[in-house]
């Protein structure tokens, strides 16, 4: 069965008839009254309700008839279906399929609940006619997978299925393996960014989490993964909400969400992108008219306040300390406010929904940006996006905007400056790792000493005594043989704390970590990269010094191959990730006031 929805998008015909289906309802329950009960589900039984609810509510009495014969309806083929599935097992659900265009139809149909999602799949590809490899589920809050059961995914029911046809680009292979190309890929380029470190990224792509300051955290390899991958999956479906897509935005958003969610609490606290990724969420869900994500969108939109109020304060405090100004940071609680107001409209809680709306409508007026201003300050040199953060900061005070926009140019260049730096100190620690005394030793010099067979001990010893001379250590081990005595176990002891954490922090058991360092004589670059080589655990001792050696030789083609793959993936992945660190706070507000405008005309409608 099909059900044509009324127009794209947020039609206000369709929503008129939401809000008068809402006080009707609430009329309803109220009075205790059930439509399918006699005397109203008898011939004539709702027209003393038809003509009462019309004066009541200032309505004509042909629409409140309709309505209430909507509502009735409703009810019993809800009953009919809810009895066959206590009798039968047999579950009805509603599809609603969107397209990129942002057309959408409502299809319904029945299957079992302990279908795998990739039945349930295939029963939807049939239905909508979106090819598999095209094909996306989503239920409540989640996308489905094929492996796990329908039932184990949130499918209950009557609930409502969201169906999306993700589009293939041209040219592109069309069947499974597309996944493959294009998420699937954007993961693993995203994970390869999360195992860099200052010293790989010499000249390719390089991604650092940082606080509100610019300054590095320091976080588990694990999470540091988790959280890479949910930020560039958040990015790339932004990227596609800036083009209209909101369908395909909230398939990559979702996913972003999955890995976000793995990350702890106390990492999340110390950035606001898990907020916004849920504020996102539910724009796509509003874009998208998804009325039976209600539920979800609302613990969402919970989740979003408590993580703003973590990263900036219950009342701004933290922010104010860090920036000196709440102006850019608003606009996420302008559209907190209008998403939580067009949620409680939806849900019929009138009240709540103008509260909340108020308040979008208080922080529009104080965000909306002066155009004379915005294009003096444009024509003066700055891009329009700083134009417009800088007077949000600056309360639209024009020549304060014009010093904070320098100010933060100059901030930024210094913290440039910075990371070079950094950078440029790693990759000297990456060719010359330390030993346990502290001496700077050549780690392919090292390489190739032991892959001749001398201990990690006495190669460090030789090439610190020869400045890292190849030829000048083979003489001093060969002056100086007892050299050749010096073994790994007698170096436990000058193993220090701080070396041990700095391979701990790579996501190495401790144990380990202190065995792979009094192995490789203290040194730590040497020590990860045997781990890294080994799976995180130790090799046999006589496997060690081809391991370290292997790392110095020529990659061969299969490797080069590899490494070119992988640079592409990252590459891909840092292709949407916008250069200006605070793109997502440079809301234009004109779809905001767009809805806001709306739903405050709706509720005057409403007494």
Not at 21 to 33: H, T
Not at 328 to 350: D, N, S, V, W
Not at 563 to 583: K, S
Request: aromatic share 4%; net charge negative; glycine share 6%.
């Amino acid at each position: 069965m099909t059900t044509p929805d009324p127009g794209s998008g947020l039609c206000q015909d369709s929503l008129r008839n939401e809000l008068l289906q809402v006080r009707v309802r609430e009329k309803l329950r109220a009075e205790g009254v059930r439509l399918w009960l006699e005397p109203y589900s008898l011939p004539g039984g709702l027209q003393e309700l038809t003509l009462r609810y019309g004066t009541e509510l200032g309505i004509g009495e042909e629409q409140v008839k309709e309505t209430l014969e909507a509502l009735q309806q409703h009810t019993l083929t809800r009953l009919t279906h809810n009895e066959r599935f206590k009798n039968d097992g047999i579950a009805t659900l509603r599809c609603r399929i969107a397209e990129k265009t942002g057309e959408s139809k409502t299809e319904t149909f029945e299957t079992r609940l302990d279908v795998s999602g990739l039945e349930l799949k295939t029963r939807i590809s049939e239905i909508s006619g979106i090819p598999m490899e095209n094909l996306r589920v989503i239920a409540a809050g989640h996308i489905i997978v094929d492996s796990e059961k329908a039932c184990q995914q949130g499918v209950k029911q009557n609930c409502q299925l969201l169906a999306i046809r993700m589009q293939i680009p041209d040219g592109a292979d069309r069947n499974q393996e597309y996944k493959q190309q294009q998420l699937a890929r954007t993961r693993r380029g995203a994970e390869l960014l999360a195992n860099l470190d200052e010293a790989d990224a010499e000249d390719g792509p390089f991604l650092q989490i940082a606080d509100h300051r610019g300054n590095p955290i320091q976080i588990p390899a694990q999470e540091k993964k988790a959280l890479m991958t949910a930020m560039t999956l958040h990015e790339k479906g932004r990227s596609l909400l800036k083009h209209g897509d909101h369908s395909g935005a909230l398939v990559l958003l979702l996913e972003a969400d999955q890995d976000f969610r793995t990350c702890g609490s106390e990492l999340i606290s110390v950035v606001d992108n898990y907020a916004v990724l849920c504020l996102d969420v539910v724009w796509c869900y509003v874009a998208l008219h998804c009325l039976d994500a209600l539920p979800d969108a609302h613990e969402r939109l919970s989740r979003a306040r408590d993580a703003l109020d973590k990263c900036y304060g219950v009342n701004l405090e933290r922010l104010f300390s860090l920036k000196g100004s709440s102006g850019r940071e608003q606009a996420l609680y302008l559209r907190l406010h209008l998403l939580q107001g067009i949620i409680a409209f939806h849900q019929g809680t009138m009240a709540e929904a103008r509260e909340q709306l108020n308040k979008a409508g208080t922080l529009m007026n104080l965000l909306t940006v002066d155009e004379e201003k915005l294009s003096e300050l444009v024509a003066l040199g700055f891009s329009e996006q700083e134009a417009r953060l800088g007077l949000r900061a600056c309360g639209g005070n024009i020549e304060q905007a014009g010093t904070h926009i320098i100010h933060r140019r100059e901030e930024k260049q210094a913290q440039r400056q910075r990371e070079h730096a950094e950078r440029r100190q790693a990759r000297r620690v990456r060719k010359y790792g330390r030993t346990a005394g502290g001496h700077w030793v050549d780690r392919a010099q090292h390489a190739r000493l032991t892959g001749m067979g001398f201990t990690p001990r006495s190669a460090a010893e030789a090439l610190r005594q020869a400045d890292n001379d190849l030829d000048r250590a083979l003489e001093v081990l060969q002056e100086q043989p007892e050299l050749l005595e010096l073994r790994d176990e007698s170096t436990s002891a000058a193993i220090t704390e701080e070396q041990i954490m700095q391979v701990v922090s790579m996501g190495f058991v401790r144990s380990i970590a202190a065995e792979a360092l009094n192995r490789c004589s203290g040194i730590v670059e040497q020590a990860i990269d045997v781990l890294v080589a080994h799976g995180g655990f130790l090799p046999l001792q006589h496997n060690l010094a081809s391991s370290s050696s292997s790392s110095s030789t020529d990659p061969s083609p299969t490797e080069e191959s590899t490494r070119l793959e992988e640079r592409e993936a990252m590459q891909e992945a840092v292709a949407d990730i916008p250069e200006h660190e605070e793109d997502y706070l440079d809301l234009t507000l004109h779809e905001e006031q767009q809805l806001l405008h709306t739903y405050h005309n709706l509720l005057q409608e409403s007494p």
